[in-house]
């Protein structure tokens, strides 16, 4: 966290001290809420200047849903990473925006061509995406191929430079469940 002003290092160290000591009232202030804001209207402007395919992806993260289950707190830390992911997807620089979008679209085509199941991982460095068409699966096999893979990729410690780690499936015969089913791994 930065200051520009005269007093930034007296701010900062405020700021700091009151995040240790009581992080969740950081989480549930005005404060959070307007930053957050701030940086969805940002990520809006820059997504528009990324390929269709990166565009998407932020699209299902930006909509993608809250578990349910979790404590006010933990719902709350849910969406402020799901705001940093795809934050990270939005400055994408234009070479690994395009390629990300060539290889997933790659992986469609394909897919659909030869009615085969198909992974790509695109490893972006800070960021790496594993894209699955997945035909014939239902909506819960899907979801649990994703959790799997997640699970395996964090067990094997694979990806080390990676920050984050997304995996998104769909079946693009479902005519059900058209949507993408899509798992996070921040490291």
Known sequence: MAFKSAKSKIQENRVSEAIRNNPERLLFSKTLDAIMAER????????????????????????????????????????????????????LNLTDAQ???EEISGNISEAVRSKKEKLTISDLGE??????????????????????????INSTKSYPDAKVVL?????????INRTFDWGCLLK
């Open 40 to 91: 969805k209207r940002e990520r809006e402007r820059k997504k528009q200047q990324q390929p269709r395919v990166v565009r998407e992806l932020i699209r299902i993260i930006d909509e993608g849903l809250i578990d349910p289950s979790l404590i006010d707190r933990d719902k709350r830390l849910q969406k402020v990473q799901m705001g940093l992911v795809a934050n990270m997807l939005a400055y």
């Open 99 to 101: 390629r990300l979008e």
């Open 127 to 152: 960021i790496v995406v594993l894209f699955m068409t997945l035909i014939e699966k239902t909506k819960k096999e899907r979801i649990g191929i994703v959790y799997k893979k997640l699970g395996e």
């Open 167 to 175: 995996v998104f499936a769909w079946n693009p015969n479902d005519t």
